[in-house]
């Protein structure tokens, strides 16, 4: 009996017996060249949520939630461009409204989150690990990966304020730890000891001790923040950025958090600066003033409490319409997850932190008699 011959497998066959073996070859290009080659993609597209849209569903909120479960009467903002949730690939920003009053049970995860007090006044306040963080308009008060916090609000005003967190991040990684605590609020320190960390986080700090570095539950009030920005109002600033500032933990001098930059950022009037593209991702909240931002072909038009997204690699430029009139941006960035990883890229230039160190001046010549 002669032996059948026997016909070569195609490539095509090939691949589907890989495929269904849960395997694929490099050489299937096409794949490849979507993901990998060209470049990235921007993740999500610019999205802008308007104030005077936001504000009247929190109000409505109160009316339809008016015992909300844990006080934790928040909308997050989604990119319609992203399929997985969140305001860019990496940040979630939401705003939420707690009523006078209420309390939010003390809770811990290991996504990190921020407030950024929109409505607030002394007697609305978060409790970081013991620490009584006042929440007045604009301040910023961490709550850092991992830390108990509850928020209280003891006045007679509804306060309002931003949560940004780095939770689409850390879903992704797939690390979503939670905790609640025994019992619904804080022990807090005493109040001679309000201010514990702040007092070791300040220029002067005590010898005796060896204090916390990482993860500081913070606040930086905005009397400081804003104070600061007119102290440098005059500076060159950025070209990319104008006058941004960064909070930086006191501690490291490294970033506000291990995964979240936050910025302030002032645009004075008539500023517009020049367009640039980088591989992080950021979401904007306007203080006050009123302009633009342009993403890709897409113009965010912008006013005061407006709130907006620039996804990774997409070039922007930002523009204050008013001429007489400075326009503030509170944002917070990725920038420390790249950076670390070393996947941070600007183009088109290193703009960031540019600028060298002053010189030290000349030791002067010693005069030879
Ligand atoms: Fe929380
Ligand atoms: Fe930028």
Redesign the pocket.
């Known amino acids: 009996m002669v032996a059948q011959e026997r016909r070569a497998k195609t490539l095509e066959e090939f691949d589907v017996e890989l495929e269904a073996l849960h395997m694929r070859g490099q050489w299937k290009y096409d794949r490849l060249l979507v993901q990998v080659i060209g470049g990235p993609k921007p993740a999500g597209i610019p999205y802008l949520w308007r104030w005077e849209e936001v504000y009247p569903k929190l109000v409505e909120a109160c009316e339809i939630i008016p015992e909300s479960f844990t006080a934790r009467r928040n909308f997050s903002f989604l990119n319609p461009g992203l399929e997985r949730g969140g305001t860019t690939h990496t940040l979630l920003m939401g705003v939420q409204m707690i009523k006078p009053g209420e309390l939010a049970w003390a809770?811990r995860?290991t996504i990190a989150?921020l407030r950024f007090v929109i409505r607030g006044n002394a007697r609305v306040f978060t409790v970081v690990d013991g620490e009584v963080c006042p929440m007045e308009p604009y301040d910023l008060i961490l709550?850092p990966r991992w830390s108990w916090?509850d928020h209280h609000n003891e006045s007679d005003e509804p306060a309002i304020w931003l949560d940004v967190l780095d939770l689409p991040f850390v879903i992704g990684m797939n690390l979503p730890f939670y905790e609640t605590y025994p019992g619904d609020r804080q022990q807090v320190r005493r109040s001679s000891e309000a201010e514990y960390l702040q007092a070791r986080t300040s220029t002067l700090r005590p010898t005796w001790e060896r204090p916390k570095r990482e993860h500081l539950p913070l606040r930086y009030s905005w009397k400081e923040t804003e104070a600061q920005l007119r102290r440098l109002w005059a500076s060159e600033g950025s070209p990319y950025d104008g006058l941004a500032l960064e909070y930086v933990n006191p501690m490291t001098g490294g970033s506000t958090l291990p995964t979240l930059s936050c910025w302030i950022q002032m645009l004075r009037p008539g500023e517009q600066t020049k367009r640039h593209r980088h591989t992080s991702s950021a979401v904007y909240f306007v203080v006050r003033g009123e302009g633009k931002t342009i993403v890709g072909d897409e113009e965010l038009v912008w006013d005061q409490h407006d709130a907006f997204c620039v996804p990774n690699w997409a070039w922007h430029q930002h523009i204050n319409r008013s001429r007489t009139e400075e326009a503030i941006l509170f944002s917070v960035h990725d920038i420390p997850i790249l950076q670390v990883l070393g996947l941070y890229y600007e183009e088109p230039e290193n703009s960031l932190q540019r600028q060298a160190a002053p010189s030290v001046p000349p030791v002067p010549q010693r005069e030879i008699a």
């Open positions: 809770h995860h989150a709550t916090h």
